[in-house]
């Protein structure tokens, strides 16, 4: 869903279209959206498409919470606006209900009281009027996540997706179905490097540059490595990936069906144990919410 907002390189909506309409025919059945992405893009463009697709072809989650680049309307957790919200993907994605209701990044709200109280209740209702049929929730930090699914109450968490580090998640838990996103960590580990709003650590992104480069010098595609290394989890229910081209829609479905080389393995041992085992740090907990704050706050 992401790549079809423009987040990460400019994309028509015909081309989105055909991205979406090849990834079903060739087996790939989950999709992940959001009204954050594109601001309503990426929904609106599945609504070109979706309605042409056998419903029972393809599972699809969208979220709630996190809308508008604007500082003082990028989030909002309130039952109110839930609803409405729902609303309007299901209108935009021209279809009655979605598989995956999920609470988009909930580390931003104003409390975590909130979301156990009042995000988590309204999410319960929607599931019981049939638009949604299970309940996830996002995020990054892993504890919080972690604590919220465990202390949901009445309202059951199905599923927990998370960047980057869902494998981690994965073993810490088997309650929950983990959904591990963006294993390419936005650009982190593609040729270009990450877009300059990207929160990682000048010391990750140093890492990552060098793991890029080792692998180009000895004639390997870290992309590949990083999918397949995912997909080879078998603690994760999904790994979601983003294919802003048919050419990387065709490479990521390369990569699902042929598994990784020797040569393959060993060069992701090289590149843990010199560039990513080595890092103080390897994850940016707490950057972004505090950022967040900041600019809302004014400072």
Known sequence: ?????????????DDGIHLVEYA????????DTAPWYGHGKSETVLG?????????????????????????KMFDFSAKKIFASVNNSLRKMKIDYVDILQIHDLEF?????????????????IKESGKARYIGITGYPLKLLKSVAENSGETKIDTILTNFHGI??????????????????????????PPSWHPATPAIRSAC????????????????????????CNRLATTVVSSTTMDVLKSNLDTVYEPLTREELNAIKYIRENFFQKLDYNNWE??????????????
């Open 1 to 13: 869903g992401a790549a079809l907002s423009g987040f990460y390189s400019r994309i028509s909506d």
């Open 24 to 31: 079903v025919k060739n087996g790939i059945n989950f999709i």
């Open 48 to 72: 070109k498409i979706l309605p042409k697709i056998p419903r029972k072809s393809f599972y699809i989650a969208t979220k709630v919470g996190r809308y508008e680049p604007d500082i003082d």
């Open 109 to 125: 709200a104003p409390s975590i009281h909130q979301i156990l109280n009042e995000t988590l209740p309204a999410l319960k209702k």
């Open 168 to 193: 981690i998640l994965s073993i810490q838990t088997s309650d929950f179905g983990v959904i591990n996103a963006a294993p390419i960590g936005m650009g982190l580990l593609s040729g270009d490097g």
């Open 209 to 232: 540059r060098k793991a890029v480069k080792y692998c180009n010098d000895i004639g390997i595609d870290i992309c590949r490595l990083a999918v397949r290394f995912c997909i080879d």
């Open 286 to 299: 707490g950057i972004e919410v505090a950022k967040y704050r900041r600019n809302l706050s004014g400072h």
